[in-house]
């Protein structure tokens, strides 16, 4: 089952518009929640993430929002530029205490395009 | 910089053959990654290895297994490649004891299984 659930799958967003991304988990026990950029023929890289005890992140023009009771957060892209064009990815982590690695659960994805 | 190498960027393979992926990275890091990645799906995680010797399945490992024999180094197996395992395969690592543990990822592997 999808513990992280994403949309819209694809965005166009005028330049100088704003792009927002949603995202809901199911799970009570995800403890961090990071974003992840992917630019086409590349791997993902980490934009931003949050904490659930914050219900703000800001850097730079990118922004997330998180509302923790309704297990709901979103990522906000101000001043959208035709550079910002690519796939975002959510993601949460379950806090594992076994000592093994911490497992990011990824939304489906959301091609977002900015038109010049 | 972080740096995490596959071994190819793309592969084409026949139905029924063995294929390996390969994946390094040059970070010290502990943990390693596998993914799949396929649309309207994100990222599924396939196995993942914390230590050298070490594998846990994730949440797809049927038709896969890993090797980790090297620190840097995680492998990808597809014992008997079928063509539901085409697909972009991604490699990541990253630190154990980071709060974060913010994954790094290779550029992926684009296999196509005819």
């Known amino acids: 089952q999808q513990q992280v659930k994403q949309s819209p799958q694809s965005l166009i967003v005028q330049k100088g518009g704003i792009s927002i991304i949603n995202c809901a988990y199911e799970?009570?026990?995800?403890?961090?929640f990071p974003w992840y950029q992917q630019f086409p023929g590349k791997g993902p890289a980490l934009l931003i993430a949050?904490?659930?005890?914050?219900s703000e992140k800001k850097e730079g023009r990118f922004t997330i929002s998180f509302n923790k009771s309704a297990k709901q957060f979103s990522l906000h892209i101000m001043d959208s530029q035709p550079g910002d064009s690519a796939t975002y990815f959510c993601a949460a982590i379950l806090d594992i205490s076994s000592g093994s690695a911490r497992q990011l659960t990824f939304g489906s994805g959301t091609q977002l395009t900015v038109l010049p | 910089d972080v740096k995490v190498t596959q071994s190819s960027r793309y592969l084409v393979k026949r139905t029924g053959e063995k294929v390996f992926l390969e994946c390094v990275q040059d970070?010290?890091?502990?943990?390693m990654f596998w993914y799949r990645q396929d649309p309207g799906l994100g990222l599924r995680l396939i196995y993942f290895?914390?230590?050298?010797?070490?594998?846990e399945k994730g949440d797809i490992p049927e038709g896969y297994s890993v090797s980790r024999e090297k620190k840097e180094r995680f492998s990808l197996i597809l014992e008997s490649a079928s063509t539901n395992q085409t697909s972009m395969y991604l490699c990541?690592?990253?630190?154990?004891?980071?709060?974060?543990?913010?994954?790094?990822f290779g550029p992926g592997t684009r296999l196509t299984v005819l």
């Open positions: 949050i904490r659930p005890d914050v």
């Open positions: 799970n009570t026990a995800f403890d961090y």
């Open positions: 290895s914390y230590d050298v010797k070490m594998k």
């Open positions: 970070m010290d890091h502990e943990n």
């Open positions: 990541a690592s990253s630190f154990r004891q980071k709060l974060s543990n913010e994954q790094f």
